[in-house]
T-cell receptor
Framework: KAGVTQTPRYLIKTRGQQVTLSCSPI?????VSWYQQTPGQGLQFLFE???????NKGNFPGRFSGRQFSNSRSEMNVSTLELGDSALYLC?????????????FGSGTQLSVL | AQTVTQSQPEMSVQEAETVTLSCTYD???????LFWYKQPPSRQMILVIR??????QNATENRFSVNFQKAAKSFSLKISDSQLGDTAMYFC??????????????FGTGTKLQVIP
């Protein structure tokens, strides 16, 4: 069974631009969550989607948004990029919200904002 | 809100030796899971071990074991017979079970472990 797939692996953008990151969960997994990882901050929760609905949200500004499609694939969008948005963005999937606590992670998208 | 603290940013251990990584957390809840995740240079987070809060017995997975002290809110990871492949970033994490579901995961800032040949 294929793992969690994130594309692209690397991305370079400039301030003010917007970016869209993609995450394909493990087949059969309906929950997708996103995390921002920066040195010294660890992983910070962005949001989680289940059945195309946002179920949980972290403390990030409205520039960070996401969505989930009917096939459970998810996209994360960041508008008006700032230098501080440079980070590794990790996506994780799990079968559901109440059936399994284990997260399966992708290899992330490394975003650099210049 | 839950918090997870890892006070050791970096650690090193000789190959075949034992090392313990520390983690403390803060919560007023009683129903939760604790995890240790490993992130090698490939960047993919891998679950090492997990512990259910209501289980008093410490979890063990081969060379990895935890010391779960619920009253002290401490959750340390012990790696025995360290191997070069254990070199990675290790994250302690907390997941609250609430409302019939598992809520978002809160991670610590990580401990970078270097295994020295």
């Amino acid at each position: 069974k294929a793992g969690v797939t994130q594309t692209p692996r690397y991305l370079i953008k400039t301030r003010g631009q917007q970016v869209t990151l993609s995450c394909s969960p493990i087949s059969g997994h309906r929950s997708v969550s996103w995390y921002q990882q920066t040195p010294g901050q660890g992983l910070q929760f962005l949001f989680e989607y289940f059945s195309e609905t946002q179920r949980n949200k972290g403390n990030f500004p409205g520039r960070f948004s996401g969505r989930q499609f009917s096939n459970s694939r998810s996209e994360m969008n960041v508008s008006t990029l700032e230098l501080g948005d440079s980070a590794l963005y990790l996506c994780a999937s799990r079968p559901g919200l109440s059936t399994n606590e284990k997260l399966f992670f992708g290899s992330g998208t490394q975003l650099s904002v210049l | 809100a839950q918090t997870v603290t890892q006070s050791q940013p970096e650690m090193s251990v000789q190959e075949a030796e034992t090392v313990t990584l520390s983690c403390t957390y803060d919560t007023s809840e009683s129903n939760y899971y604790l995890f240790w995740y490993k992130q090698p240079p490939s960047r993919q987070m891998i679950l090492v071990i997990r512990q259910e809060a209501y289980k008093q017995q410490n979890a063990t997975e081969n060379r990895f074991s935890v010391n779960f002290q619920k009253a002290a809110k401490s959750f340390s990871l012990k790696i025995s017979d360290s191997q070069l492949g254990d070199t990675a970033m290790y994250f302690c994490a907390f997941m609250l079970r609430q409302g019939g579901g598992y809520q978002k995961v809160t991670f610590g800032t990580g401990t970078k472990l270097q295994v020295i040949p």
